[in-house]
Structures are given as C-alpha cells and as structure tokens.
C-alpha cells in the first residue's frame, strides 16, 4: 500500500440516510486497524461521501457522521485516535451517475489515506467528542 494514497474500502458502503457499519464493513476495517496497530508510526485520514440526495447540509452532516463511525470503530479496535483524523466531503465528489441506483450506491462510499504525518492541508476533524451534529443539539 502506497502512502498519501486514496483508497476505497470497497467493503464500507452506507445505505440512503443511514451512518452505521455493518458486519462486512467491520470485517474490513479490522484489517485496516490491524495495519495501523502494527506500525505505529502511519496516520490515517477517513474521507466519507453521499450521494446527491438532501440538501448540501444535510449531505455534509451525514458523511461527517459516516467518518465519525468509522473513526470510533478503529479505535475501537485498538487504533490510537490521536492517528486519526476524518472528513465528511457530502456529495461534492461522485465518482458515479447519481441519477441512477447503482450510482448513488458507488458515490456512498468511503475512502482512506495512510501517511507518516497529519495531512496539514486538510480542514480535518479530530475530536471524536467535540463532534456536534445539528440534529442532534
């Protein structure tokens, strides 16, 4: 695996509206953690995405929440979460027709970045408990 490289976790796709993993996403990701624990010295940055249904908020929101759960997994796993970081892009990077069903399903996606450092030109999200969601206040 190259550093400061996009990856999709092919395994990490969400449902219309929801953010919670389901048991072949946690399968994935537990290789991913098991990566991160061996090698002390990777971080590793979470990018989320929706497709184009909702509003730009709302679509912001959720992949944030998206990022957020998958975040808190890996630390769940072991993962040391001052070597995370994550962001929740909405739907403003397709990488499918999102007027079609199987395109919306490719653009609910997830991606990572492994590197030896935080990514510094990032506006990234590190504090898992800091994190409030509007719809949640």
């Known amino acids: 695996m190259q550093l400061d490289t996009n990856y999709v976790l092919n395994d990490v796709l969400f449902k ?6 389901d048991e072949k996403a946690k399968n994935s990701l537990k290789i ?3 990566k991160l624990n061996n090698d002390p010295s990777l971080h590793l940055t979470v990018h989320t995405h929706t497709d184009t249904d909702g509003s730009d908020q709302y679509n912001k929101s959720l992949s944030t929440k998206r990022a957020l759960a998958i975040t808190q997994y890996l630390v769940l796993l072991g993962a040391d979460k001052e070597r995370l970081d994550f962001l929740g892009h909405g739907g403003e990077k397709p990488i499918a027709d999102n007027s079609q ?3 919306k399903k490719k653009n609910r996606r997830a991606e990572f970045q492994l ?12 504090g898992f ?3 409030i969601f509007e719809d949640e206040q």
């Not at 219309?16 to 993993?21: P, V, W």
């Not at 590197?115 to 590190?126: Q, Y």
């Open 16 to 21: 219309t509206n929801e953010y919670s993993l």
């Open 32 to 34: 991913l953690a098991d």
């Open 101 to 103: 069903p199987e395109g």
């Open 115 to 126: 590197s030896r450092g935080r990514f510094k030109d990032l506006e990234t999200n590190t």
């Open 129 to 131: 408990a800091e994190t």
